[in-house]
């Protein structure tokens, strides 16, 4: 990607290292080394940095191995990058990546996602990709916006299986899954424990927080998802709890059969104890699915959690 | 707030300490694109001397100082932030000595408003710049309130004598007396000639605006 676009810049602490942020950066540097800067951790000042990179010419792309850390340049995330091009009528084609981090005692202050409170934001584009395709999406966006994009990228997700994902596409499923970041992966289990008992479920994962249902259908070319004028029943599904944000902003219509699935409302523990009580699992999906679509009890629903990330960091 | 030229290369911030991390962002940018040369361009930041009480500040001191980029910050010190004075936010031990880890020049005007000096202090910073941080403090005075006009002698932060003392040292005033009287009235009529098309042009913008807008 960053030979393909001279203007782009990577930057942030550990993009140069030769971890490469778990890897991710390891092929830009070796195609644009002179492109792939680290620096100190000063996150706030970086953050402003970013504007005066793109007032040089440059399009810069700030990495934060844990979103948390974008936290202490949020003042110009705000209010430097994303009025810039309404106070001064020209763009700011800057990104932050963000990964969120979940497993391997990743604890209260280095597994949360913002991506609620981002999209809050007037003048930022807020992506949280979980597929591929979506990150391709998402990638093509940012070597075009004009303006700030924040893009979140689950750390979970990078040892997944994504072949899974290619199963078929359903046209007029029961219901519809629309987890958000790395809860797809555990949607993706309940929607086969849901086949398992004859509930035909779809999973459209959440990826443009601005626009949250324009979706890849999981396995279909679709980027659109119907089943909010087909009046399917829908259940949100999250890896933090952040999901009322989300709903409100969507605008579903009172009385819409909608459910949410999100984590506990309180802050992480680092055990892996704690954590498989704190995130939404496969089964409570399942289960909230089910309640939806039938009357009866839910089914005794089996599914062995199979932690993909294994650290470390 | 928002003073804008951009043919100038002039920007503002409303927010303290964030001029000076765009300013090193752009810096860098100059170096990155090779544009970085003896009598090329350089970043420039003015800040208040509150600035270096954000962290920022010395975050973009610490860049630019390790990639020795063409980063000039100017700090116009009145003494006072709003109407905190300055010895209850920083260290009794001055500025231009705690800076000098960081930039590899340190100019400073400290006789409170002379043209002159301030001049030859920019002229000096900004060539010690193209190669490297550098820093010229201005220590000068404000004689109204931090926001408005307003006379804010009475309101106790400060001694009115204090004010009087900097009035009677105006630079404008006395950079005056260094010209004639003729001299001195062309260029007040220039000055006023100035101002008097800036408020016909921005008359004649509103008229044009309430013609276009069917809303007004």
Not at chain 1, 243 to 266: E, I
Not at chain 1, 277 to 301: K, L
Not at chain 2, 147 to 174: L, S
């Amino acid at each position: 990607m960053i030979a393909g676009d001279p203007r782009l810049l990577l930057l942030g602490a550990g993009v140069a290292d030769p971890k490469g942020i778990f890897g991710t950066t390891l092929g830009a540097r070796e195609a644009a080394p002179g492109r792939v800067l680290e620096t100190p951790l000063s996150e706030n000042m970086l953050t402003g940095a970013l504007a005066g990179l793109a007032l040089v010419g440059w399009r810069p792309v700030l990495v934060h191995a844990r979103s948390e850390f974008a936290l202490l340049g949020m003042s110009h995330i705000v209010d430097t990058l994303a009025k810039w091009k309404w106070l001064h009528c020209e763009p700011m084609p800057v990104t932050l990546r963000l990964l969120v981090g979940r497993g391997w005692g990743q604890g209260p202050t280095h597994s949360q996602s913002f991506h609620a409170w981002f999209a809050s934001v007037t003048g930022l584009r807020t992506l949280y990709p979980s597929t591929p395709d979506a990150y391709d999406e998402a990638l093509a966006i940012i070597t075009k916006a004009d303006a700030p994009t924040i893009l979140i990228e689950s750390r979970r997700l990078h040892e997944a299986d994504m072949t899974r994902l290619a199963f078929d596409a359903m046209g007029s499923p029961d219901v519809a899954l629309a987890p958000v970041g790395d809860s797809l992966l555990d949607a993706l289990d309940a929607a086969a424990m849901l086949a398992a008992h004859g509930v035909r479920a779809s999973v459209w994962p959440i990826w443009d927080l601005q626009n949250p249902w324009c979706a890849f259908e999981v396995g279909a070319e679709s980027v659109t998802a119907p089943y909010l004028a087909a009046g399917i029943p829908v259940v949100i599904t999250e890896s933090v709890p952040a999901m009322l944000c989300l709903t409100a902003q969507c605008g579903f219509p009172p009385g819409r059969n909608v459910s949410v699935m999100c984590a506990n409302p309180a802050p992480l523990g680092s055990a892996p104890q704690i954590e498989a009580r704190w995130y939404p699992t496969a089964i409570q999906i399942a289960s909230a699915a089910w309640a939806m679509v039938s009357r009866q009890a839910p089914p005794e629903f089996r599914h062995r959690a199979t932690e993909v990330f294994h650290g470390p960091f | 707030m928002y003073l804008e030229d951009k043919q100038a290369g002039i920007t503002c911030f409303a927010i303290v300490g964030h001029c000076i991390s765009v300013a090193a962002g752009y810096a860098w940018g100059l170096q990155i694109s090779g544009l970085q040369k003896v009598a090329g361009p350089v970043a420039v930041a003015w800040l208040g001397d509150s600035a270096p009480e954000t962290g920022q500040f010395w975050e973009s001191l610490n860049l630019a100082a390790t990639h020795s980029l063409p980063l000039l910050i100017v700090i116009e010190d009145n003494g006072y932030a709003t109407q905190t004075p300055l010895a209850q936010r920083q260290p009794g031990a001055p500025l231009e000595r705690r800076l000098l880890h960081n930039v590899s020049s340190v100019s400073v005007a400290d006789d409170r408003n002379g043209v002159e000096n301030v001049w030859a202090g920019a002229r000096e910073a900004r060539a010690a710049a193209e190669i490297g941080p550098a820093a010229l403090i201005v220590r000068t005075y404000r004689y109204c309130a931090h926001v408005g006009m307003e006379d804010d002698g009475a309101w106790g932060y400060r001694p009115q004598a204090e004010i009087d003392a900097a009035r009677k040292r105006d630079p404008v005033e006395a950079l005056a007396t260094s010209v004639t009287v003729e001299a001195r009235g062309t260029i007040e009529a220039e000055v006023d000639a100035e101002i008097q098309n800036v408020f016909n042009w921005a008359e004649a913008r509103a008229r044009m605006e309430r013609v276009t807008n069917p809303l007004s």
